[in-house]
């Protein structure tokens, strides 16, 4: 029906001038008056007819031909306003992590996140700043959320970074209200864990975990998550303690890598 269509409208100018043709022909030969009188007006009304569905046809494409043109420029808006909010976010975190600089007493050098690491058994990511930046081994990366880990290897432009979600990744950490101070471990779960904490101090649930600063790579005071849920087993001496990371790290983009002040007057940690 379609194609039909198509042939018939498509091609209307040469059908109608061979119809008419054919008519006027026709009518050159038919010589009774009262009957050509009604074939007269029979013809006018199929003709009238046969131009009112061809300006309907064409008028139903043109709306067809509107409505696709409106479709994309609509898919087009569309993406535009992904992007604009995209931007809006980038903006928000690159804020937050701006602020983060102003207030730290760290030189921090800011560095995106530009893949996964492939070494074998260890959770990594690759940024795109290494030595020639300043950045050495051990160095913290944190973003504006918390702890994300500790550089392990630097290249001219490049680090990769250890993760928190890693099993040998173990940090010295400390619960903001009781001051008790455990061992932030991952064993392959979406959570954290919090090991030896004992079983008669008060844990209670959403308090934050932060590093303690008794290690010689972290600093004190970053947040590395929240008490998710606490647990005992009458069998073990410590709480059974597991922490939401307060950093997203499916949705690591920008961080910060912390160099110690020290870094930056000429000394150097060597990686090996």
Known sequence: MRRFTHVLFGKGPVLLLAFYVFLAFLLMNFNRPGALRGIRLGLLAAVSGIHSIQQKFTYLQDLKRENQALQKEIFKLKVINQQLGEALLENIRLKRLLGLKDTSRYHLIAAQVIGEGTERGVRSVILNAGSLEGVRKNCPVINADGLVGRVLITEPHHAIVQILLDYNALVSARLQ???????????????????????????????????????????????????????????????????????NFNALEEVFIMCPDSLQNGVVISNE
Do not use: C, M
């Open 177 to 247: 209200h009781s001051r008790e101070v455990g061992t932030i471990a991952w064993s392959g779960n979406p959570w954290l864990e919090l090991r030896y904490i004992a079983k008669n101090v008060d844990v209670t649930v959403g308090e934050a975990v932060i590093t303690s600063g008794l290690s010689p790579i972290y600093p004190s005071g970053i947040k590395i998550g929240v008490v998710q849920s606490v647990q005992e087993n009458k069998f073990e001496f410590f709480k059974e303690i597991r922490v939401r990371p307060a950093v």
